[in-house]
């Protein structure tokens, strides 16, 4: 469990091990965790959305549920895309590129970039409860049997909350898979880039195209090609532009890649 225990470290806020006991031996199984990991902040959103759903109007509670998923992560992969917008825009080469990137301080491709994406992502949620109908798939079978518990909105939005990190999880592993390191000197995902291979990716696809279709049916096989295509023109892009990936990059391909799934979601409501 040691593996499964640093991936819950590293990737959220959870008081784990604050003395640094815990040492994994392999990266590459670390990463197969990432999705795991994923649905277990998925459910964590899904369980505070039930009571803040009953206490407040939809979109209070929407938008109180965006900030409690960028809370239990520490806003890790949004300072990852605010960084990757500032490099991959603000910079004329690649050289310039990484060094934007490694500044800490924010600059306006950054503001606009978190803006632009934390508002969509808002906005995707709320109307995910309006519009969208979860038709011919075992989730909707399970729905009607409770339905004098929970209401078809409820589920709706339940069910994106319990899938959306974990498509970004995968996401991160299959742009670290495809991809090399882009910097010549360690960093944050340099670990992570240096031990997944393809071999990680094909594992840590199986629990996202289950998940999508147990909820979505068939639909669920074509977000989740959706999602892929999308992920490996974003890994083009960012190699083209800095001849690999970084942490900054993995970040940035979570946050636009569960943009993408409630985006996906709303073309088949």
């Known amino acids: 469990m040691n593996n499964f225990l640093w991936a819950l470290k590293f990737l959220t806020i959870i008081p ?11 990266f590459g199984s670390v990463v197969c965790w990432f999705p795991v990991v994923g649905l277990c902040i998925g459910v964590f959103l899904s369980a505070v959305y039930l009571p803040l759903y ?4 939809p ?10 998923s960028i809370a239990i992560t520490g806003a890790l992969h949004l300072d990852g895309l605010a960084d990757t917008c500032d490099g991959i825009w603000g910079g004329w080469n690649k050289e310039k590129r990484l060094e934007i990137m490694k500044d800490s301080r924010i600059g306006s491709f950054g503001a606009i970039g978190l803006i632009c994406l934390l508002g969509l992502k808002y906005l995707s949620f709320h109307s995910i409860g309006e519009i969208f109908k979860i038709n011919y798939s075992s989730f909707d ?13 409820l589920a709706n939005k339940c069910a994106a909350l319990l899938l959306m990190p974990v498509v970004g999880r995968w996401a991160q592993v299959c742009a670290a898979g495809s991809s090399k390191y882009a910097r010549s000197e360690s ?7 240096g031990s997944t291979t393809r071999k990680h990716i094909v594992y840590v696809s199986l629990l996202p195209i289950f998940l999508l279709w147990f909820f979505y049916g ?7 090609t959706i999602i892929l295509i999308f992920t490996l023109i974003w890994i083009w892009y960012i190699k083209r532009k800095i001849g690999g990936m970084t942490g900054d990059t993995l970040g940035a391909t979570n946050e636009i890649t569960e943009l993408l799934f409630l985006l996906s979601l709303l073309i088949f409501g």
């Open 54 to 57: 009953f206490f407040f109007p």
């Open 16 to 26: 784990i091990d604050r003395e640094d006991r815990i040492k994994p031996k392999d």
């Open 59 to 68: 979109l209070i509670t929407d938008a109180l549920i965006i900030l409690v």
């Open 141 to 153: 079978a399970s729905v009607k049997c409770v339905s004098c518990f929970i209401s078809p909105i």
């Open 187 to 193: 960093g944050t995902g340099s670990f992570i880039l």
């Open 218 to 224: 068939l639909n669920g096989f074509t977000i989740f």
